[in-house]
């Protein structure tokens, strides 16, 4: 029989500990040929990479960020599933536990430098319901090695998002500085004819509007401003400036102001720019939502269920001056047999 003493479990504890990380840790790397191997994706850091690393780790990042993207998680910024190689030569993988944030595996390229130090600031300004804290308070080394670690995450894929916007940075800035009118011609000659063409399909109602409303705020607004003017508190740090709604007045539809258009910019965003693509953040029917609301509240220009217009959506409130004046009621469709051929004979 074994006495139970101070001295017998301890050594039982730690025994029982040894075992598990051997059988947890160890063994997976030693037995996993993949975790040996790079992945085709990967990529070594750079010496200004390594330190925003060492500062991410530093400052506790990992607590909120993940850098994994597992089959039964996929979220709005995957871009493609974890692998073992992506993390070759990486000790310690900074895989995180919790998701307060969101996942920065793949987020190199999502949004430009200009972005980042933004967010780093004040995350606020560029995600009004962000509640990470500010780091307003880290000097420009700092901050320039963090952006760069950001936007390694994703590694080779990551380089080449990072690489588009930089290729696309110096024709919006020269669009900008060439004035308002040769901006916005720039911006809509990169919009596909039959986006231009195309109004928003769903009717503007009280709720509709309202949920536009709170996606500007809580996506748009802190960019773009309250009232639409480019002027939000991120626009310190941006260049270009995030757009000004209100000039689209002086093009009108005619000139590209259409629902369409704006969806478009929404879900893809403007590449070189602040801005980014919603597609895998908002739906569809939030994206025509926030449309409506920029194009009635600061365009001032709205074609909103107009022509040219198919078969409306099944989904779709009605138009309370369009209710049927009868009180008779619809008549159901029976099914009925099929009247005999001449094969049923």
């Not at 979220?75 to 692998?83: K, W």
């Not at 967010?119 to 880290?138: A, I, Q, V």
């Amino acid at each position: 029989m074994i006495h139970m003493n101070a001295k017998t479990i301890g050594f039982g504890t730690t025994a029982v500990v040894v075992t598990v990380y051997l059988a947890v840790v160890v063994a997976p790397g030693r037995t996993n040929p993949e975790m040996e191997q790079p992945s085709a994706n990967y990529r070594p850091r750079t010496a200004l990479e390594e330190q925003g690393r060492q500062l991410y780790i530093q400052y506790g990042c990992q607590y909120c960020h993940t850098q994994y993207v597992r089959k039964y998680d996929w979220g709005p910024t995957a871009d493609r599933i974890a692998q073992a190689g992506d993390y070759f030569d990486d000790y310690a993988p900074q895989l995180g536990s919790n998701r307060n944030g969101p996942d920065l595996s793949q987020e190199g390229g999502q949004h430009t430098d200009d972005w980042h130090r933004a967010h780093f600031y004040n995350p606020r300004f560029t995600r009004p319901e962000s509640f990470m804290p500010p780091f307003k308070y880290l000097k420009e080394p700092e901050i320039r090695a963090l952006v760069a670690y950001v936007q390694s995450l994703g590694g080779r894929r990551a380089d080449l998002r990072t690489q588009r916007q930089w290729r696309w940075r110096p024709q919006a800035i020269a669009a900008y500085e060439k004035g308002v009118d040769e901006n916005i011609r720039w911006i809509h000659g990169h919009v596909p004819k039959g986006w231009l063409r195309v109004p928003n399909p769903y009717p503007i109602t009280d709720a509709s509007f309202k949920s536009g409303e709170l996606i500007y705020q809580r996506h748009c607004l802190s960019c773009h401003g309250p009232v639409g003017d480019g002027q939000g508190p991120a626009v310190a740090f941006l260049y270009p400036p995030p757009f000004n709604f209100t000039t689209l007045r002086r093009h009108g539809l005619a000139g590209g102001a259409t629902g369409g258009m704006l969806y478009y910019q929404i879900m893809n965003g403007i590449t070189g720019t602040a801005m980014p693509a919603f597609k895998q953040e908002l739906e569809s029917e939030k994206i025509w939502d926030v449309s409506n609301y920029v194009a009635k509240q600061f365009i001032g220009i709205v074609d909103a269920n107009t022509e040219p217009r198919g078969i409306d959506s099944a989904y779709e409130p009605p138009d309370e001056l369009t209710y049927p004046k009868t009180t008779e009621r619809i008549p159901e469709i029976v099914d009925k047999e099929p009247a005999p051929t001449k094969e049923d004979d």
